[in-house]
Each structure stands twice: as C-alpha cells, then as structure tokens.
C-alpha cells in the first residue's frame, strides 16, 4: 500500500521522517510530501501528487483553550484527526462560501473541528477545543473518501504572550501520530 504524507511545513516532513525511521517493520510504503502552508498551496499540491492509495495531511495544530483547562488527551505533542473543517473569514478565491466538511474518524483519536483561515483569527470567540490552521479545509475538499488528518498540538490560542513557533515546536515528537496512522494502514492492508 502507497501512502503519501503530506506536510504544509518542511519542520513537519522532518517530524514525520524521523517518527518513521523509529516504526520496525512499516506496514506501508510512504512518501512525505511538503505542500507549503495556506489553501492554495494545498490545492497546489493535491492535484499533483503521484499515484498512491491514500494520502494523509500531518502537521502543527494551534487549539482554542487554555492549557490548564484542556483534558490530557489536547496537551503538547498529543495527536487528534480532524473530522470536521470550515473555512473561516475567507474573501473570495478558489473555494468561497465553504459550508462545514464532515468525515468519518478512522485512527480511534480524538477528533476535533478545525478552522481554516488565512487572515489572521481572533480566537476570544472561538469555542474552545477547535483548530485553527490554514490547510485543512482545502484537504477536506479535495481529498478521497479513505483520506484523512492528523494534527499534533502545537500550541494554545489566543497566545497569552508573543511565542516563536519554531523554538516551541522543536521538542514535539510526532510518533504517537504517525504510529496511529501505521497501525490502521495494517488493518486496512489485512
């Protein structure tokens, strides 16, 4: 079975390659494709991708939620699938008027509803527990039915003080994600 990964950033592709390279005995060939980070670049992406039985976006999830009110199941690093996206505050371009995508969860994760956005989101009136990222809408869209997300918490919103993404992702471990989506790529194979 031909898995593509595909990642908006090159830190995730690194992540996931890494969390790979750790799996004995893969039950799937994958290959790890970076899209670059927003809708079109996911677009972009997705109509270019070579043949492959099921493709998978993995990246970085900001959540709605203070960490000391979240459940440990939505602390750093952990994995979720997104199983519902809306487009959120978009001003026209390729998918307008997005209505909410829904998909059946396939990993046994929690799921949660993400929000796609590329202006920037003030989350005081975001219900809490949601996703806000640039890509996810675009996948939901465009993907096949045996498709889906994965998103590893990276970080809370609204941000209670300026962070650099880059130095607080740096010791997110992506194994837990990727081992989950290995395990249904055996059942699936069997």
């Known amino acids: 079975m031909k898995i593509i990964i595909l990642t908006p950033m090159d830190i995730e592709r690194e992540k996931v390659l890494n969390a790979l390279a750790?799996?004995?005995?893969?039950?799937?060939?994958y290959e790890v494709i970076v899209s670059g980070i927003g809708r079109e670049?996911?677009?972009?992406a997705m109509m270019q991708l070579p043949p492959h039985d099921v493709c998978i976006l993995i990246g970085f999830a900001a959540v709605v939620g203070k960490t000391t009110h979240l459940p440990d199941y939505l602390q750093l690093g952990?994995?979720?699938e997104i199983t519902n996206a809306s487009l959120y505050g978009y001003e026209g371009g390729l998918f307008e008027n997005g209505a909410p995508i829904?998909?059946?969860?396939?990993?046994?994760l929690p799921c949660l509803a993400s929000l796609t956005s590329?202006?920037?989101?003030?989350?005081t009136d975001l219900a809490?527990?949601?996703?806000?990222?640039?890509?996810?809408?675009t996948f939901m869209y465009l993907k096949k039915p045996q498709?889906?997300?994965?998103?590893?918490?990276?970080?809370?919103?609204?941000?209670?003080?300026?962070?650099d993404f880059f130095e607080e992702v740096k010791a997110i471990d992506f194994l837990e994600g990727v081992?989950?989506?290995d395990v249904i790529m055996k059942a699936t194979n069997t």
């Open 22 to 29: 750790r799996i004995p005995n893969l039950n799937a060939t």
């Open 41 to 44: 670049s996911t677009a972009k």
């Open 78 to 80: 952990k994995p979720i």
């Open 102 to 108: 829904l998909a059946e969860p396939k990993l046994g």
């Open 118 to 123: 590329d202006k920037f989101v003030r989350t």
């Open 128 to 137: 809490e527990k949601t996703v806000v990222n640039m890509e996810d809408y």
């Open 147 to 163: 498709d889906f997300i994965v998103r590893i918490i990276s970080d809370f919103l609204p941000h209670e003080t300026e962070i």
């Open 179 to 181: 081992m989950a989506v």
